[in-house]
């Protein structure tokens, strides 16, 4: 049986001992029981009030523009620092380069969010490194929707560099290598061979980014604040909502945000099967 292809049920259940479907199971209530508590104490027939709701409105809309905007620019920064961290590998001064660069794409996903927020306070608020010339250049970034955008980018680009990353290890070299041996420069060999080839990789990191984006709480209130129509996001909404005693607005937007979660997975699942069944055609194809 190669790699590839998918073990018979007769192995499956020769190699699986049976004792694993109760630690199975009992991760999988832990993980759906609480969204399926969540659903049960929701009231369909308030949940459309809820949603339209003006406060809720703002924030889905503020969150939606502002993932999308810090999804592109997770794309734009993302994709060179994954295609130098791919390149630059050997001995000496490109080794110790490499490993800086790759804690400090570790550090925000093991930051805690509170930490995060007071990180970029200290750079991009009032009296920051950053922030305080913005400042007194009429450009002010805390409390504004820019800084929404500098949280969720911060939380999001190491989700979408470390897929694009993983995708471009395994791009042929020596598709590369022909390529350059064609006359092609190292930009028309990223756009029509690279990317291309690791265009799963990119997608899934996209979306990944996208959804972790959209979920930004405790960096975005500790750096962004929770202003209504600025800053209050559907996180913050959410929280605002069941701490002011309304439970079915928090419920709603709970449930609306989940749908959004959804609606990313399986639409990172189905790019993924494309792109990967696209590549696989091309290849075949170059080898026939």
């Known amino acids: 049986m190669s790699g590839s292809e998918a073990p018979s ?11 694993l479907w109760v630690p199975a199971l009992v991760a999988v209530a832990v993980l759906a029981g609480p969204v399926i508590a969540l659903t049960l104490a929701t009231d369909p027939a308030r949940l459309a009030g809820a949603l339209s709701a003006p406060g809720a409105r703002d924030a889905v809309v503020l969150s939606l523009a502002t993932s999308g905007l810090s999804t592109l620019l997770c794309l734009v920064l993302g994709l060179p620092l994954a295609v130098l ?20 794409l570790i550090v925000p996903l ?17 009296q920051g490194l950053l922030g305080g010339a913005l ?10 929707p820019a800084a929404v955008v500098l949280v969720q980018v911060f939380v999001a680009l190491p989700f979408l560099t470390v897929a694009a990353l993983s995708s471009l290890e395994g791009v042929d070299g020596d598709l590369e290598l022909a390529a350059a041996n064609s006359g092609a420069s190292a930009t028309q060999i ?37 202003v209504a129509g600025a800053t209050r996001t559907i996180p913050l909404q959410i929280e605002l909502a069941f701490n002011s005693a309304d439970p079915e607005a928090a419920l709603g937007l709970a449930l609306a945000l989940i749908g959004f979660y959804l609606f990313v997975i399986a639409a990172a699942g189905l790019a993924y099967v494309l792109l990967r069944r696209g590549r696989e055609d091309r290849r075949a194809g170059r080898d026939a």
């Open 110 to 126: 093991v930051l805690s969010p509170v930490v995060s927020g007071l990180a970029l306070l200290y750079l991009w608020g009032r």
């Open 135 to 144: 400042e007194a250049m009429g450009l002010p970034v805390a409390y504004t």
């Open 190 to 226: 990223l756009r029509h061979v690279t990317f291309p080839l690791a265009a799963p990789g990119i997608v899934l990191g996209a979306l990944l980014a996208f959804a972790r984006a959209l979920g930004e709480y405790g960096a975005t209130i500790t750096f962004a604040g929770s």
């Open 85 to 104: 961290l791919h390149r630059m590998r050997g001995p000496g001064w490109r080794a110790v380069v490499l490993a800086v660069l790759r804690i400090i």
């Open 9 to 19: 049920p007769r192995l499956v259940a020769a190699i699986t001992p049976g004792w």
